[in-house]
């Protein structure tokens, strides 16, 4: 349930890319004056194969449809989740057991971007998002078909692992297709596909498990929903990174002239151990920087947060209130609801960080990224207390339905915020602590459920949520210290002291 976007607030200044063009803000081309004149390049600025000058139609039309593909992927994450007791007494395992289903996937899904994501960059953002969001459709039938908890386990795994490649990737074709100016309200309208997913899934998930259908319907209906949602992809979405799109250029060129000495910049320029050092070295590296480790921590707390309610909405609306499966798993909706909040606190923030940039002579400013993240830590630590101490059933659900909204509103806050910032700080290595990022959050998001329900059965709900309200108290000045002295701390490291 993750927006990556490893492009978000990147200052794109006038100048040559590889492929032998000239990118400016306003995303005009020029082409390249080259002494090889078999390097095919963009015809002019406004050629129509550039995908910055498709006609909005068509950029709305691919950015509303990786959006939806995404939330494909990220519903396939928590989908299972109501479905974990009839997983255990199917096959005769404990719930600890049933849960590594959730915890599985979730690593698979911070693995997976450590190869999506240079496989994008080689081969374009269709192949590296359309052959293993296939893949992970057929390890939907895995695991509906699985004869054994080994196999179910196995396959959620390798489902997550795959069906990670569209939320990898979707933040470059954000940049291939809009400005800067552009680009910001995208990303939110994007944004909110990608975090419906896993909120209205354990609905619908609850639904199918209690019904006539069984459990095992969970993941027929989810793989036949990504089949469905890739064959629609399949007809109407066309490659948008420059890279590739004139390799293809100079593949029908060559065909048409006769020419085999055409081609273009990409089909010579590919380094594999570049990849390799800015996807599976650098980010390890950048965890090592105190901006890069405290950013991180948290986003990866709250994610972390996100998915232990899976199962602790479960033991507060069907336990302890005794609510109906599909009625407890109803307040994620109150989630969401939070989350489109942060979306339009971090909107607003937006006009606020453009006019930091433009007063610092257009150079990205990463401390204005972080009012968002502020407002959010304390929205996120608000809801935990009172999602806490309203929890015992005599009290009104409706003031843990509040709870759920600051929760929401306070995820996507912080995230937004951490990600803008590591993107905005680190520059040319933005790419890479997204990477981390998505690494540290998976694993802590994995790791939350399997303690859960221990915890809230020896805690309590009001002392186990009271628990994380305390560790986000403590986690609350991470970006207070970062707006007011985050320019000195960027100066001091080696690899941010070029966003000075």
Known sequence: MAIDNPEAGMKEEDSFDDDGTMRSDSGEKATKSSLDANIVTFDSINDPLDPRNWPTHQKVTTTFLYGFTTAGATWASSVYSPATASIAQEFGVSAEVSTLGLTLFLFGFGIGPLLWAPCSEVYGRRLA???????????CFGVATGKDIQTVLICRFFLGFFSSAPVTNTGG??????????????????????????????IAGAAIVHSYLGWRWTHYLTGIIMLAILAIDVVFINETYQKVVLVSKAK?????TGNWALHAKHEEDINFQDLVQKFLVKPFQLLRTPICFCMVLYASFVYGIVYLNFSAYDIEFAQVRGWSPVVASLPFIAIFIGCICGAVICY?????????LKANNGKSVPEARLPTMMIGGISLSAGLFIFAWTSNPKINPVAEIIASILLGMGFFGIFQGATNYLVDTFGEFGA??????????????????????????????????SLLGFVSVAMIPIPFVFYYFGKRIRAKGVLSCESL
């Open 348 to 356: 607003f923030n937006q006009g606020f960080y453009m006019r930091h």
């Open 129 to 139: 998002v359309f052959i293993p969001y296939f893949i992970s459709a057929l390890f």
């Open 432 to 465: 890479s602590a997204i990477a981390a990022n998505s690494l540290m959050r998976n694993a802590f998001a994995g790791s939350f459920p399997l303690f859960t329900t221990q915890m809230f059965n020896k805690l309590g709900v009001d002392w186990a949520v």
């Open 252 to 256: 029908k060129l060559r065909k048409e």
């Open 173 to 202: 074709v954000m940049r291939d297709l809009w400005t800067d100016a552009q680009r910001g309200a995208a990303i939110l309208c994007y944004s909110m596909a990608v975090v419906g997913g896993p909120m209205f899934s354990p």
